[in-house]
């Protein structure tokens, strides 16, 4: 690898993008040969993802190692349990894999112990609730009833045990203000598993209150404290939820599913970096961090045994594949590269907020410091479906997402969120993205709501004005030619 190949912003521009160009070539060829159907929907999609503006918060694009390195013989093998102490035999293979995944993230987050086997960040947090309840529950009660485990409780211990299991309580942050439904909400196993209560943020700024999440902690008394978020698009104080957590008996849990890549670039730090605070932190691996599509739990040692227990607790067996390619992006994330990567995410998040604002558009908290930004549409007089769908019609792809406070309701919702990491990843830069927003400030000046059957303002309807979408499409394919991602990878 050379320091060209190493400082340059997009993955695959390096030293080997005619060898990733032959690997990826050659694969389509022998998927081809069983369904050619498969490998023709491959190509469409690189295609699509070249072609478009995208600008989801939560996605990004992966190098062509870490793509690589997940077409292997590792999917073959079955490895439940850990390293050293698995269920299967013939894991020694796997054992290399995960633990240099285990190594390279402690020592990116600088984290006592690190669980790579989460298959997504929704795994990743079930195995952190798994790993809080046996700790704080499970653990004192085997101790009480000085047994070793639960088999060998009596039924009405059991129960009594399986009851408490059940009546715990959960705070977090609440959906309109950005958390995830995976922090305590009905539709997710999380809000049927634990009494829930949320806290906002404060209704005039935006901004997250730590004195109400500490009343509400106080008055709700959680076993579990979560912060972290999908939409807030500002940083967050880890510091003082420790505190908060710490003044009510709490675990601190942090969610750092969007932001881990800032936190891995050191652009998070101090108070801001949640990994010395957080007793347990989960994250994906695949959004700011640019790695596969997987979880991640990293956990103070305290945590460690009951983390280590995730499968089969709550997991299936590992995806040993996915396991080597997060230890390859967890390499590249520990490059110099990465960390001015992680910089520009912020940098470029501030001139897309920026280039908003001055063409007068309505941002919740009147900016960002993070990677996202969201914006509040009901500006233009349109809900964020309306708004999303007319900037697809555009080619700029993004997703509606609810405001606090939001009239619209969760489907319709009234904003819409835009995110970095990816577009960074081509390459872009400031100015790029100050025309971003003004390519999406001139859609939706242009869009206006439309009507149902019965004549009624509709929240889904709309009407784009003409020549709009082939102006910002035209404009568009200059900024991505620009910037073209998996330079040097033609297929043939
Ligand atoms: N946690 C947060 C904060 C998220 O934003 C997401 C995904 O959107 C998840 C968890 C779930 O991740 P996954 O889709 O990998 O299960």
């Not at 190098?63 to 698995?86: C, I, N, Q």
């Not at 993205?433 to 004549?455: R, Y």
Request: glycine share 8%; charged share 20%; with cysteine.
């Amino acid at each position: 690898m050379t320091a060209a190949s190493q400082s340059s912003p997009v993955p695959g521009a390096g030293d080997h993008a005619a060898a990733a160009s032959a690997a990826f070539n050659a694969a389509l060829e022998v998927i081809a040969a069983v369904e050619p159907r498969i490998a023709e929907a491959t190509r469409a999609e690189l295609a699509d993802q070249r072609g478009s503006l995208k600008l989801i918060a939560s996605e990004n694009y992966a190098s062509p190692a870490v793509l690589l390195t997940m077409g292997s013989w590792f999917s073959d093998k079955y490895a439940e349990g850990t390293v050293g102490h698995r269920f299967y035999a013939g894991c020694q293979n796997v054992d290399t894999v995960e633990s240099l995944a285990a190594e390279h993230a402690r020592e990116l987050f600088g984290a006592p112990y690190a669980y790579v086997q989460p298959h997504s960040g929704i795994d990743a947090n079930l195995v952190a609730f798994w790993s809080i309840l046996a700790h704080r529950i499970e653990s004192p009660a085997l101790e009480k009833h000085a047994v070793k485990n639960v088999n060998e409780l009596s039924e009405a211990d059991w129960e009594e045990l399986r009851h408490e299991f059940g009546n715990q309580r959960m705070l977090g942050m609440s959906l309109d203000a950005g958390g995830h439904l995976t922090h305590g909400f009905r539709p997710n196993i999380s809000g049927k598993m634990f009494h829930q209560r949320s806290y906002g943020t404060d209704p005039e700024t935006g901004l997250l209150d730590y004195d109400r999440v500490a009343a509400a902690a106080r008055e709700f008394r959680p076993l579990v404290l979560i912060a972290g978020y999908s939409a807030y698009p500002r940083r967050v104080n880890f510091a003082k939820m420790r505190e908060i957590a710490d003044e009510v008996g709490a675990t601190l849990m942090v969610d750092m599913a969007h932001f881990a890549g800032l936190v891995a670039g050191k652009v998070f730090t101090g108070d801001e970096d949640p990994v010395p605070f957080a007793h347990i932190t989960t994250s994906t691996t695949h959004k700011s961090l640019r790695g596969p599509r997987g979880g991640l739990v990293l956990a103070q040692q305290e945590y460690a045994d009951s983390v280590d227990r995730g499968c089969p607790m709550v997991l299936g067996g590992p995806l040993s594949h996915v396991m080597a390619a997060k230890a390859v992006a967890f390499a590249e994330a520990r490059r110099p590269s990465f960390a001015d990567y992680a910089q520009r995410i912020a940098d470029n998040a501030q001139s897309l907020a920026e280039g908003f604002m001055s063409r007068g558009a309505k941002l919740v908290t009147d900016g960002t410091d993070n990677h996202l930004v969201l914006l509040d549409v009901s500006s233009f007089g349109l809900t964020g479906r309306q708004a999303e769908s007319a900037l697809l019609d555009a080619g700029v792809v993004t997703n509606r997402n609810s405001v606090p406070a939001d009239r619209n309701g969760a489907w319709y919702t009234s904003g819409i969120r835009f995110g970095t990491p990816a577009l960074t990843t081509r390459g872009f830069g400031k100015d790029e993205f100050d025309t971003v927003a003004e390519l999406v400030v001139d859609v939706l000046s242009n869009t206006t709501p439309g009507t149902n059957k019965a004549g009624a303002p509709s929240k889904a309807t709309y009407a784009l004005a003409d020549g709009v979408a082939d102006r910002t499409k035209a404009i568009s394919a200059e900024l991505l030619d620009k910037h073209p991602l998996y330079p040097g990878i033609d297929l043939s």
